[in-house]
């Protein structure tokens, strides 16, 4: 990138960040999905139930 796109910045340490470890992304992914509560969290006020079963059928899994 020349410097007037990046604002003069150096954008040589965000490699450091970017390129994680296959291993790493798995770990945080599966913690993540461990980490989820089994009910979501109740809709907020002013949804109609029957909007949020078409949207979100019960029995579907």
Sequence with gaps: MRHYQTGGISL???Q????????DVVETMLAFYA???E???APAEGYRPESL???FPKDAK
């Design 35 to 37: 980490a989820r509560t």
């Design 39 to 41: 009910h979501p969290a």
């Design 53 to 55: 079963e078409v949207l």
């Design 16 to 23: 450091l960040y970017l390129n994680a470890e296959v291993r």
């Design 12 to 14: 040589s340490t965000t």
